[in-house]
């Protein structure tokens, strides 16, 4: 079975410091892995993939996550927030169990202060 | 290339009705998903369908239904709707069938309020 834990639910961060967005992940096969972004009233948007190839992953808007096996996370990270980074991020992980399945987390919404 | 175009965008219905929502896919996707959005319940998947088959199904009643045309557009349909059906329905299209690759290119989104 595959599922998806995304570890907090509000991160609040100050314009121009990092940002951490945390997800554990857990599927019996190799799992591919994918950040998306929802800004209020809009559709998602992927941000990043992992698909077995380099574990360090870069995405759009300066985001990157890295793959850890042995942890089982796959986290959310970009050195400065801005304040156009303030929206809701979803965790995803998607594989083979009897059928393709997409699990999203719960989401993480990103607060940013100026 | 258009994006995922859902209509309509917003709604509002009383307690009893039907509702029907439609997705037309990115021009090539054969794939259309969709999906539940509320704050209590997060986004969950409700049905896929690839080719005009559905692929994949989650737990909802029967009262959801869906169905994929020709041409790749998918509407879904919602019964007797319920207060509890007030949601964001988001429609996601993809190149290839189940998600394989979970690349999803989403609308923006059919805003649901039941009465």
């Known amino acids: 079975a595959q599922s998806v834990t995304q570890l907090d639910s509000h991160v609040s961060v100050s314009e121009g410091t990092p940002v951490l967005l945390r997800c554990n992940y857990s599927?019996?096969?190799?799992?591919?892995l994918f950040w998306y972004v929802q800004h209020p009233n809009k559709g998602l948007q992927l941000l990043l993939k992992y698909t077995s190839a380099a574990t360090l992953v870069k995405g759009i808007n300066g985001f990157e996550a890295e793959f850890k096996k042995s942890e089982t996370s796959f986290h959310l990270t970009k050195p400065s927030a801005h304040m156009s980074d303030a929206a809701e991020y979803f965790c995803?992980?998607?594989?083979?169990?009897?059928?393709?399945?997409?699990?999203f987390g719960a989401g993480t919404r990103l607060f940013v202060k100026a | 290339k258009a994006g995922v175009t859902q209509t309509p965008r917003y709604l509002i219905k009383t307690r009893g009705q039907q509702v029907t929502l439609s997705c037309s896919p990115i021009?090539?996707?054969?794939?259309v998903s969709w999906y539940q959005q509320t704050p209590g319940q997060g986004l969950q998947f409700l049905f896929e369908?690839?080719?005009?088959?559905?692929?994949n199904k989650g737990n909802f009643p029967g009262r959801f239904s869906g169905r994929q045309f020709s041409n790749s557009r998918s509407e879904m349909n919602v019964s007797t709707l319920e207060l509890g059906d007030s949601a964001l329905y988001l429609c996601?299209?993809?190149?290839?069938?189940?998600?394989?690759?979970?690349?999803?290119?989403f609308g923006e989104g059919s805003r649901l309020t039941v009465l």
């Open positions: 995803v992980v998607t594989g083979n169990t009897g059928g393709f399945k997409t699990i």
């Open positions: 996601a299209s993809s190149l290839v069938a189940g998600g394989i690759t979970g690349e999803l290119f």
């Open positions: 369908y690839f080719s005009e088959t559905q692929r």
């Open positions: 021009s090539g996707h054969r794939s």
């Open positions: 599927s019996s096969y190799s799992p591919s």
